[in-house]
């Protein structure tokens, strides 16, 4: 049984930095982030599979690091550089079963089944 717990985020202003960890417990093979900001839908923004290189969105790639250590829990952890004010939203930690690489990277929300409980990133 996969848990996922968010930690982390707060309020910055533009220009600065925050990060974010997830802890998972039930070692899932693919764990990614997404974010949903007020009127708008959730949306995909990293996601790495256990052992490979994580993949990021066109709005955040080149400003957020993924990273992920695995042990008898993983942290997953979002580096979070640059921020913007719609960087802001509240952000969310998953995962899907399933050993496809192609299908984690992809970011469908529809793919994703656990979910954490939400950290807020606020950016002014």
């Known amino acids: 049984h996969v848990q996922l717990v968010e930690s982390g985020g707060g309020s910055v202003q533009a220009g600065g930095s925050l990060s974010l960890s997830c802890v998972t417990s039930?070692?899932?093979?693919?764990t990614a982030w997404f974010r949903e900001a007020p009127g708008r839908e959730r949306e995909g923004i990293a996601a790495?599979?256990?052992?490979?290189?994580?993949?990021y969105t066109d709005s955040v790639r080149g400003r957020f690091t993924l990273s992920r250590v695995n042990g008898a829990v993983d942290i997953l952890t979002l580096e979070m550089n640059s921020l913007k004010p719609e960087d802001t939203a509240m952000y969310y930690c998953?995962?899907?079963?399933?050993?496809?690489?192609?299908?984690?990277?992809?970011?469908?929300?529809?793919?994703?089944?656990?979910w954490g409980q939400g950290t807020q990133v606020t950016v002014s």
């Open positions: 790495i599979v256990s052992g490979g290189s994580p993949t």
């Open positions: 998953a995962s899907r079963t399933g050993a496809s690489t192609t299908r984690c990277l992809a970011l469908s929300r529809d793919d994703y089944k656990q």
């Open positions: 039930g070692a899932p093979f693919c």
